[in-house]
């Protein structure tokens, strides 16, 4: 079994509040979940800051291969949308 965890840094360009931040930040997650299944997704720091934030992923597997590569993927969709922009990514992968 292996446990992936991506901790991402998100800059937001465009909001002007918080509100908007989060408006932002609820229709990327809701993209990223939609598009890939069996994940865990949520901000995990940068909550009162309305220009970033960090976003925790999870996913488990039965191959260190295929969870780094559907980390992967979902970063690669993260890069192709206009609103926000990566900062930094950090990937963790743990074997049991």
């Given at each position: 079994m292996v446990v992936g965890v991506a901790k991402i840094e998100l800059y937001f360009p465009y909001p002007n509040s918080l509100k908007e931040?989060?408006?932002?930040l609820r229709a990327l997650t809701q993209k990223i979940e939609s598009n890939f299944k069996r994940i865990s997704i949520g901000e995990v720091d940068g909550h009162d800051l309305w220009q970033k934030a960090v976003i925790g992923i999870s996913l488990v597997g039965n191959d260190k291969a295929f969870v780094d590569s559907r980390l992967t993927a979902i970063i690669?969709?993260?890069k192709k949308i206009s609103d926000v922009e990566i900062v930094n990514v950090e990937?963790?992968?743990i074997g049991y």
């Open positions: 931040k989060r408006q932002i690669e969709f993260i990937i963790d992968l």
